[in-house]
């Protein structure tokens, strides 16, 4: 595996499965295939996407993020920046 803070390092992909698991298949069982697929659709793409807070969006779903950086710029939202620019030497992504 990858070492923190290297390109390879899956702990947002990883984080969002486990999330799901809990949120989602765990809590009930299918019958089919085709419900299964229905149901993981819309969690991505109504709870996951449009409800469902992002600690690095600032706490807001990404539908209410987009929607604030339409009407007044995405800087209201991005962390400062000076903290990262003292690892500009650094290996990362």
Not at 28 to 41: A, G, M, R, T, Y
Not at 50 to 78: D, I, M, N, W
Request: glycine share 4%; with cysteine.
């Amino acid at each position: 595996m990858s070492r923190r803070g290297n390109c390879w390092d899956n702990a947002v992909m990883e984080l969002f499965f486990s999330r799901m698991k809990v949120e989602l298949i765990y809590r009930q069982k299918f019958n089919s295939l085709q419900v299964i697929k229905s149901c993981i659709f819309e969690y991505i793409e109504i709870f996951y996407y449009r409800v469902h807070p992002h600690s690095t969006l600032g706490k807001v779903s990404p539908y209410e993020y987009e929607a604030t950086c339409a009407q007044h710029g995405c800087s209201l939202f991005l962390k400062d920046k000076s903290k990262e620019s003292s690892h500009a030497g650094k290996n990362r992504c």
